[in-house]
């Protein structure tokens, strides 16, 4: 079972609670049905409009007996209607009040499951006094619950989950003391949970998830003692659990998960001998590990993630051997349990997953894990253990290590390796690649950046390239050349290797990446004329060129069509020259989508074989922030700091969608073109430290996006633009242009001539540091899930200064 498959499907077990009752009714009938019941059959089947299909296939034509029609049982001696099951029959539309289906009082079974029926529901439902089950589960239902359903004293099995039912859960509940059913999941239900329902003495099955009650768990919940599933997660509950929770013996799933509970657990949760499942996740409870939760022999899944328990967590001494302990699954991150992982972790042998991140846990990961021999997925990242990895760790199928202190590994000591997912991120790793990852089988995901690797990059990682979706060396000290190694890399997405020494071209391989989405070299010693060749790949997303040695012309006229598909392109920094032909970025056509015409499959960029998530962690002025919200309509071109000139592409004015351009410290002369004015998502635009003259267009006033600009370092006259994002701009934005004019508003009469020093320089490059990183985050995070960990908190604003380092020796350490 899997974290998100962490309750029961209601859905499911209807159907098979409704297919055992109809096979026990299902005896050969003695009469024909009767002529009353037939036609209130024909009558319903008449409310909903009929197609092609002909959805409820009965008709007057049929045989007279409709006890043998589809879905429809009868009572075999008295020959009334008394079962009607249309489980996913497409009938689209309303259950009207007076439904002829209300004339079929012998009723007891009716089960209208997935049939996309819409509306209220008929308070005259309540008028079949004899049902004992009834099944409106996901459908398209709205309004309330109605109060008649109280009058059903016979009900034993209610399922009205999947819908958009809003109100309160009638009190009438508590009437149904038959009840041994109760579905009312995966709707809007508000309010709080009536304390009639501890009426309910015979209820095995309660859930009541995926809504937005609120309030206390009512203390009679306790009188439920017959209950086995109980799932009331993901709402707005909050307060302490009831002292009665003690009496539910017999619970073998509880879900508590995603509401407000603030309180401890029980201090003895021994007496739950049957639990299997216990999830109360995303809550607020705290205090010690509930030690005693471990002493249940049945356990097979516990997630306490997402709370606030503290200390170190420690496993009681049990009666049972750990042959017969049933673990699988536990989830204890995101709290803040601190001290060793106990040694005593090993004695739960059929443990499957084990995610231990975004703790406080110190000391080494100790060898009793070896013991763990069904172990696929372990979790222990963010915490503050150190040491050597042990070596068994690599027969896993997902290993992450990240944000750790780990400083060596021990080789593993089989020759094939099954390991899917490995991440050894921000940690101390040290020496040479580690060439043992060359004999991965399967391999999808590998980070390896912010650690302090050297030497080269083999090429014997060619023989476990084929199926990587994503591979993450940045922030090391890998040096030499990047090895030709991607002629079968069909699956690869993303490629960083960013801020490290490496030299030479970028490998021509490369190119049979079709999937890849984003390619980050920045900040390394790559000479290179600028790779137009990538411009085929259909799904590249971000090209980051930035701080390396790239020289010649970006343009090049013999590539007719390219980089269709280019949302975030940075080049800066480099030693590009040329000039860009006026209808350059017209083929750029990703660059002009809107929102809405976006591909659906950058919305979940997610790598679907890991547990990355779409976020990223970036370093400003030394402090690491996380950007959990990725913008994925952002669009930016970043061509600052290198030796372009001639005239600004008039073809930029399709880029509508832009966000950020920076064409700073070039040589572009002529005018800044008018057409600009069309760029209405701008919100960041750096011309300066060009050759540009003339006037700045009026028209850009009026582009209401636009926080941040500089026409610093050019030969601009004339006024600058009345719109109010120009007077909201610093002085230094428009310095060094000594005919420009109207600047009173900006910087103030007794500023209006003076240059801007370079220490108001630099202070203006902080202020505008923090407004453009939010934006960045947006930019670099359209890779496939694989920016946690991405620092680079530098880009595109280092624009500012008159000299800048081509590269920096630094690691995170």
Known sequence: MTRNHFYCFSGITTTIYFSFIIHTLASPPLHFCLPDQRDALLEFKDEFPTDEFDAIPWNKSSTTDCCFWKGVTCDDRSGQVISLNLFDTLLIGSLRTNSSLFKLQYLRHLNLSYCYVQGEIPSSLGNLSRLTLVDLSHNDLVGDIPVSIGNLKRLRHINLGGNTLTGAIPFSIGNLNQLRYLSLGINQLIGEIPSSIGNLSYLFYLQLSTNSLVGRV?????????????????????????????????????????????????????????????DVSNNSFFGPFPKSLFSIPTLQTVSLEGNRFTGPIEFPNTSFSPSSAMLEELFLASNKFDGLIPKSISKFLNLQSLYLQNNNFTGPIPRSISKLANLNVLDLSNNMLEGVVPSCLWRLETVTLSRN?????????????????????????????????????????????????????????????DSVTDLILRNNSFSGTLPDIFANATEL????????????????????????????????????????????????????????????PLYHSHVSVGFQSLRVVDVSHNDFTGTLPPHWFSSWREMTKTREEDDPYMADVINDSVFYRNSMVMVIKGVETSFERIQQDFRAIDFSGNGIHGEIPESLCYLKELHLLNLSGNGFTSRIPRSLANLTKLETLDLSRNKLSGQIPQSLGELSSLSYMNFSGNFLEGPVPRGTQFQRQSCSSFSDNARLFGLEEVCGKSHVSLPATQQQVEEEVLDAEEQLFSWIAAAIAYGPGLFCGLVIGHIFTSCYHKSWSKKTQSHHK
């Open 218 to 278: 009512p203390a009679s919940i306790g009188n439920l003692n017959r209950l086995q599933v109980m799932s009331l997660g993901q709402n707005n509950l909050n307060g302490t659990i009831p002292v009665s929770f003690a009496n539910l013996t017999k619970l073998y799933h509880i879900s508590l998960r995603s509401n407000n509970f603030t309180s401890k657990l029980p201090s003895d949760m021994s007496g739950f001998h049957s639990l299997k499942h216990f």
């Open 405 to 465: 202190f780990f400083s060596s590994f021990e080789n593993p000591l089989q020759e094939t390796l099954i390991i899917q997912a490995l991440d050894l991120n921000s940690n101390s790793f040290r020496g040479q690649f580690p060439r043992w990852i060359c004999k991965t089988k399967g391999l999808s995901f590998l980070d390896l950046s912010n650690n302090l690797f050297n030497g080269s990059i083999p090429p014997c990682l060619k023989n476990s390239i």
């Open 493 to 552: 997405r993303s490629f960083d290797v960013s801020q490290n020494q490496l030299e030479g071209i970028l490998p021509k391989s490369l190119i049979n990446c079709k999937a890849l989405q984003l390619v980050n070299v920045e900040s390394n010693r790559i000479k290179d004329v600028f790779p137009s060749w990538l411009g085929s790949l259909p799904s590249l997303h971000v090209l980051i060129l930035r701080s390396n040695e790239f020289y010649g």
